[in-house]
């Protein structure tokens, strides 16, 4: 309902208007800047006030144009487009710039007016990559993910059979130049301008690793990303469930692979969420529904209110989880934490509880926009905060011995 309204008050405000001594360009490059508005506020997880929203893009308007204005005040959101509007075409009439890139500056101002770290555009290579990622698609890429944490910008995932992984590129990781150029003051935007590379072509990368710098070369290639596996262990009669990411086939997918099994023969499961990105958030919850009771499993949050995931049955389960463990992989273990379902062991997660939506802008441009954040079931926040493994040790072998001990000693009780 709220998307349709918005709809039809960016009619309104296009068709209220005199285009009389509008050009084509003006009108593009307005009806861009209306299309994001409209994205941002029917989409963005909390209500938002569209007046503050128009003015951050005001505010960058006045400065390209050479012009002030008054901002807008106390208008509903109907009012604050029309007077937008016209505005826009007053102060672009005589403009000498590019249309287009004006458009964009503005609906940068106006996201980055949000104050959400998650919430950016993107260029469609990187759009058309995530979206690849997230179906499975065959996709040039390196093989990796990266984000940002503390003013670095981590490798937080490296896939298998990858040229990432074959490069020897390894989770944890600082890069710190991207084709001889630093990146310590660019933007994430400029980053993944840097690695917009097209098959066959080489990205340089300098990575920090501890107190060590080292160098690698990586070729982009033509991969399909696994997203998960599954070991079958007869001396324990245990299950080991490796998570790389979460597409949108992944719960179909192993929970066909799990009804060819009869799960009567297994005592428990070893759940691996270490390094997990995230990805598709009804896939995430899907597969929590596998194992866990009839209880509400987590707790999502939007602009519309909040509503309580309910899952299936359940199953002993020990979770790896590290700082690598984020998003919707998050929701995952916070739901097994939250029903005393699982033995959570690792280190804590990485705290990003928040949930970002993918919407084409144009051929050039996408906007990612957080939809959702979770919580507790009982409403405490886990952004910015992470989840809390019952066992805490590092080291990615000695988080699976310990994980594989637990097993054991449950097995013999």
Same mark, same amino acid.
């Given at each position: 309902?709220?998307?349709?309204?918005?709809?039809?008050?960016?009619?309104? *405000?296009l068709?209220s208007?005199?285009?009389?001594g509008v050009?084509?360009?003006?009108?593009?490059?307005?009806?861009? &800047?209306?299309?994001?508005?409209?994205?941002?506020?029917?989409?963005?997880?909390?209500?938002?006030?569209?007046?503050?929203?128009?003015?951050?893009?005001?505010?960058?308007?006045?400065?390209?144009c050479?012009?002030?204005?008054?901002?807008l005040k106390?208008?509903?959101?109907?009012q604050?487009l029309k007077?937008?509007?016209?505005?826009?075409?007053?102060?672009?009439?005589?403009?000498?710039?590019d249309?287009?890139?004006?458009?964009?500056?503005i609906i940068?101002a106006?996201?980055?007016?949000?104050?959400?770290?998650?919430?950016?555009?993107?260029?469609s290579?990187v759009?058309?990559?995530?979206?690849?990622?997230?179906?499975?698609?065959?996709? *040039?890429?390196?093989?990796?993910?990266?984000?940002?944490?503390?003013?670095?910008?981590y490798?937080?995932?490296?896939?298998p059979?990858t040229?990432?992984?074959?490069a020897?590129?390894?989770?944890?990781?600082?890069?710190?130049?991207?084709?001889?150029?630093?990146?310590?003051k660019?933007?994430?935007?400029?980053?993944?301008?840097?690695?917009?590379k097209?098959?066959?072509?080489?990205?340089y990368?300098?990575?920090?690793?501890?107190?060590?710098?080292?160098?690698?070369?990586v070729?982009?290639?033509?991969i399909?990303?696994?997203?998960?596996i599954?070991?079958?262990?007869s001396?324990? *009669?245990?299950?080991?469930?490796?998570?790389y990411? %979460?597409?949108?086939?992944?719960?179909?997918?192993?929970?066909?692979?799990?009804?060819?099994?009869?799960?009567?023969?297994?005592?428990?499961?070893? &759940?691996?969420?270490?390094?997990?990105?995230?990805?598709?958030?009804?896939?995430?919850?899907?597969?929590?529904?596998?194992?866990?009771?009839?209880?509400?499993?987590?707790?999502?949050?939007n602009?519309?209110?909040?509503?309580?995931?309910?899952?299936?049955?359940?199953?002993?389960?020990?979770?790896?989880?590290?700082?690598?463990?984020?998003?919707?992989?998050?929701?995952?273990?916070?739901? %097994?934490?939250?029903?005393?379902?699982?033995?959570?062991?690792?280190q /804590?997660?990485?705290?990003?509880?928040?949930?970002?939506g993918?919407?084409?802008?144009?051929?050039?441009?996408?906007? /990612?926009?957080?939809?959702? /954040?979770f %919580?507790?079931?009982?409403?405490?926040?886990?952004?910015g905060?992470?989840?809390?493994?019952?066992i805490?040790?590092?080291?990615?072998?000695?988080?699976?011995?310990?994980?594989?001990?637990?097993?054991?000693?449950?097995?013999?009780k």
């Amino acid at each position: 309902m709220k998307h349709c309204s918005l709809t039809i008050l960016l009619i309104l *405000s296009l068709t209220s208007l005199s285009f009389a001594g509008v050009t084509e360009q003006q009108y593009k490059a307005d009806l861009l &800047i209306h299309k994001s508005y409209q994205l941002i506020m029917a989409n963005y997880y909390k209500s938002i006030s569209g007046v503050e929203l128009l003015n951050a893009g005001l505010k960058v308007l006045f400065v390209k144009c050479g012009s002030e204005k008054p901002f807008l005040k106390n208008l509903d959101n109907e009012q604050a487009l029309k007077d937008f509007n016209n505005v826009f075409f007053e102060l672009t009439e005589n403009y000498s710039g590019d249309l287009q890139n004006l458009s964009m500056d503005i609906i940068e101002a106006m996201i980055k007016s949000l104050q959400d770290k998650y919430s950016s555009m993107i260029k469609s290579g990187v759009y058309t990559e995530l979206k690849s990622l997230l179906e499975e698609e065959i996709f *040039s890429g390196f093989g990796f993910v990266f984000a940002e944490k503390d003013g670095s910008i981590y490798i937080t995932s490296v896939f298998p059979d990858t040229p990432a992984f074959q490069a020897g590129i390894k989770e944890g990781d600082i890069i710190i130049e991207v084709d001889g150029r630093k990146i310590d003051k660019i933007s994430l935007n400029e980053i993944y301008d840097l690695m917009n590379k097209e098959k066959d072509e080489i990205i340089y990368l300098k990575i920090q690793r501890n107190k060590v710098i080292l160098d690698f070369s990586v070729k982009v290639q033509e991969i399909k990303l696994t997203d998960f596996i599954i070991k079958k262990n007869s001396k324990n *009669s245990s299950l080991y469930i490796k998570i790389y990411f %979460f597409s949108t086939d992944t719960y179909r997918k192993i929970f066909s692979e799990l009804s060819k099994l009869n799960l009567e023969n297994y005592s428990y499961c070893i &759940i691996d969420l270490r390094d997990n990105p995230g990805g598709d958030l009804e896939s995430a919850i899907n597969f929590s529904k596998i194992f866990l009771p009839k209880e509400p499993v987590i707790r999502i949050e939007n602009s519309r209110g909040h509503k309580l995931i309910y899952a299936g049955f359940s199953s002993p389960i020990v979770v790896l989880i590290n700082n690598g463990t984020m998003s919707s992989a998050e929701i995952v273990a916070l739901a %097994f934490q939250e029903n005393h379902r699982a033995t959570l062991i690792g280190q /804590k997660t990485s705290g990003k509880a928040s949930i970002q939506g993918l919407f084409p802008l144009d051929e050039d441009f996408a906007i /990612k926009l957080t939809v959702a /954040k979770f %919580f507790t079931f009982s409403g405490e926040p886990v952004d910015g905060i992470g989840i809390k493994p019952d066992i805490e040790i590092e080291g990615y072998e000695e988080q699976l011995l310990k994980a594989e001990e637990i097993i054991k000693v449950r097995s013999e009780k």
